[in-house]
């Protein structure tokens, strides 16, 4: 009987304890960080990245961001640098292209000089996809298009930009045809300048597209053939004026 007088006592004192100690956590821990508006605005901008622009709630956020470039990217460098390949981390990737300073240019410069991942061997006969690593690879593209990125939304920063693309051709052998497609698009025409930059090895990226030997004979006789046929249309349609 003592027994059982004394339980529901002894879970009223557990329950208090339980509080205390969870009060005492509650005044030692920091503010809650997504109170922040730095950390409000990160994640209202991923939530809304695929509207993006057509979003109020990204153009908002982006704009902040746009002006505390510096503490964002800090802010985002441990999922970076440290996490392995997600669409999370993608996202990431994405978004620093669109608000991205200086600070945001040597960050992602740190990404794409780590290590390139490993493919964890699959057995055998097994078709499934590696789903960490291809993240992972296509966080490392991303990384390479949003710097050139920067350089849209910040043309002061083009210069740094071109410079990072360059290193990152002649360094990151897997990254080299992004990078060379993306000084492409942002240098246009001034592209050509970059030869004296790039060995022979780069020669293609610098000829205009031509299409393969095999196809240029056939589209030469194509061309012919059309030739021929517009002008026995020619003569056609000129015997039938004069006959009128």
């Not at 510096?70 to 990431?92: D, Y």
């Not at 025409?189 to 597209?209: I, K």
Request: proline residues 7%; aromatic residues 8%; charged residues 25%.
């Amino acid at each position: 009987m003592m027994g059982k007088v004394w339980l529901p006592c002894l879970v009223a004192i557990g329950a208090v304890g339980v509080l205390a100690i969870q009060s005492m956590g509650a005044a030692d821990a920091p503010p809650c960080a997504e109170r922040r508006p730095l950390n409000h605005h990160l994640s209202q901008a991923i939530a809304h990245l695929d509207p993006g622009s057509r979003s109020p709630e990204y153009r908002e956020s982006l704009a902040y961001l746009k002006l505390h470039a510096r503490e964002a990217a800090t802010a985002l460098s441990g999922q970076l640098l440290r996490e392995p390949g997600s669409f999370g981390k993608w996202q990431v990737t994405y978004l620093i292209g669109e608000f991205g300073d200086e600070s945001a240019i040597d960050l992602l410069r740190i990404f794409i000089e780590q290590p390139k991942p490993q493919a964890r061997p699959a057995r055998e006969g097994s078709h499934a996809t590696d789903i960490p690593y291809s993240e992972e690879m296509t966080s490392r593209f991303q990384a390479v298009a949003s710097t050139a990125r920067i350089a849209s939304h910040r043309p002061e920063l083009r210069d740094q930009v071109v410079q990072t693309l360059i290193a990152t051709a002649q360094g990151i052998p897997f990254l080299k045809d992004s990078a060379m497609f993306e000084l492409q698009k942002l240098l246009g025409d001034e592209f050509q300048s970059l030869r004296s930059y790039f060995g022979p090895e780069y020669a293609r990226h610098f000829e205009p597209f031509m299409p393969p030997p095999e196809w240029q004979g056939l589209l030469a006789r194509r061309m012919e053939k059309h030739r021929r046929e517009e002008q026995a249309l020619r003569e056609k349609r000129g015997s039938l004026c004069q006959a009128e």
